[in-house]
């Protein structure tokens, strides 16, 4: 191709997240701050995510692209086990990924750099086939990321003998505040190989991103970027929530499990500021039903105002009568528009799973955090949430592993009525503060993703 033609272009970017709700998120908002600041995207997922989300997609300048996991007519839930899955992922993704590269090398847009999700380590070697530079992207908090890095590194004792854990630029943890996959060696081996397998090849990646912002973690971002061209680009969220330049946006990302319930605010808007309890365990939760019930009656017995979003496939564990009889005080939705829900002055607390994106958009808008982590990352992300950045209450587990409804209605009371719940408030818009200087013009993660746009514009 002429050279000459080729300079004058915007350079292509191919960006690829896992086909998972929490890692498309803050891959499609990193794509949108890429196309800002000039460069061309190519947004690539499965077949059976582009076939859920085609509806309701709006992607502005975003081209769109697939590869196959091997389950085109159903995604994961058509596999037999997730274990499955995975292998037929990590047999087909390569091939057709390398099928897609090649047709965009021979178009008149070859791509300039591959952004990959590190759960799909191989496209490392695929990329590099083609000699195309390649961007890690890591869609957890780097504290995680040290962790799992010491796992995959083995300088962790693996199972855990000490109870307590020291690792560079994190504070002393208890075994219990890591990922189960590595304080229950042994128990999830699936996970255990997608997460420390992310850094395969990291020290050889031209850069690696992490969703967070520097001055959320600059102990152990300092850390790792000894070892890696390591460079925070977050808080990876719809920007018009974060930078003042984008207040006109509409983006609120796109969702895989349908229509957003325009109901939430409505319903917010009749409600007085700071009354009502958001509660939301993500897209992957798998709660008991014993958990559930106690959640229901933990936000009764507190008699605040509620939305409650359960799945549609979460939705048989729930009684009608209590459904029926919280009427008048909550709204229980199959999904929302989760920003415009906290961002809404009514909102006043949420009860979540810390999901590290949930995480940073509690943080991101400055709102206070019941912390009731389930599994993987968000034990870690609990702890940083409570004893790090005190943006919020831990819910406590009873000796079953249930939450009950009084320690609910407790850390309600907390938060939404007490002394301990202003000082959380004024922490959470302290960093609410940061993050947005973060993205906004000059700050640590937009000086980060200008760079990385102009070097591979010279
Ligand atoms: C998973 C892991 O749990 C998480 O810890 C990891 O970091 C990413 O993958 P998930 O469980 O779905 O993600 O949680 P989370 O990271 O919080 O992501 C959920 C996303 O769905 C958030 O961006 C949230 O805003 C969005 N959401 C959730 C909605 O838009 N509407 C809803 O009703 C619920």
Request: charged residues 25%; contains cysteine.
């Amino acid at each position: 191709m002429d050279k000459q033609k080729r300079e004058n272009q915007a350079p292509h970017i191919l960006v690829l997240p896992y086909p998972q709700q929490g890692h498309i998120n803050p891959m499609l908002q990193f794509a949108k701050r890429l196309i800002q600041n000039g460069a061309k995207v190519t947004l690539v997922n499965t077949i059976s995510i582009w076939n859920k989300i085609n509806n309701n997609i709006d992607l502005n300048s975003i081209e769109i692209e697939s590869i196959s996991d091997g389950y085109d007519n159903g995604g994961p839930s058509s596999a037999e086990s997730m274990d499955a899955y995975k292998d037929k992922f990590w047999k087909v993704g390569p091939k057709t990924l390398s099928q897609l590269l090649d047709k965009l090398q021979s178009s008149n847009k070859p791509v300039d750099c591959v952004v990959y999700d590190a759960f799909l380590h191989w496209t490392f070697d695929v990329s590099k086939s083609f000699g195309i530079p390649v961007a890690v992207f890591l869609t957890q908090a780097c504290s995680v990321n040290t962790i799992n890095f010491h796992a995959f590194k083995g300088w962790l004792d693996l199972p855990l003998l000490e109870t307590e854990i020291v690792l560079p630029g994190l504070p002393k943890l208890d075994a219990s505040d890591l990922p189960p996959f590595l304080n229950q060696y042994g128990t999830y081996p699936r996970s255990f190989d997608i997460l420390t397998n992310q850094f395969l090849n990291i020290d050889q990646a031209d850069w690696v991103f992490v969703n967070t912002f520097y001055e959320l973690e600059p102990k152990v971002v300092d850390w790792l970027a000894k070892k890696w061209r390591l460079k925070t680009i977050g808080p990876c969220v719809p920007s018009m929530f974060l930078d003042k330049r984008l207040q006109n946006d509409k983006d609120y990302g796109i969702s895989i499990f349908g229509p957003n319930s325009e109901t939430c605010i409505k319903w917010l808007d009749n409600k007085p500021k700071n009354s009502v309890v958001y509660v939301s365990f993500g897209s992957l939760s798998d709660l008991s039903v014993d958990q559930t019930k106690e959640i229901a009656y933990g936000l009764r017995d507190s008699g605040v105002y509620f939305i409650w979003v359960i799945r549609d496939s979460e939705k048989h564990k729930i009684s009608i009568e209590f459904m029926e009889s919280s009427f008048e005080k909550g709204l229980i939705v199959n999904w929302c528009p989760q920003l415009q829900v906290l961002q809404h002055e009514a909102v006043g607390c949420f009860v979540t799973h810390c999901g590290w994106n949930s995480t940073m958009e509690a943080l991101s808008v400055g709102v206070s955090v019941i912390a009731m982590p389930l599994w993987t990352d968000q034990i870690t992300n609990a702890k940083f949430i409570v004893d790090v950045w005190k943006i919020g209450v831990k819910a406590v587990k009873d000796e079953k592993e249930v939450v009950r409804r009084e320690t609910i209605k407790d850390c309600i009371k907390i938060i939404m009525e007490t002394e301990k719940g202003n000082e959380i408030k004024k922490n959470v818009i302290k960093w609410k503060n940061l993050a947005e200087k973060s993205v906004d013009e000059g700050g640590s993660s937009d000086k980060n993703i200008v760079e990385f746009v102009n070097e591979l514009t010279l």
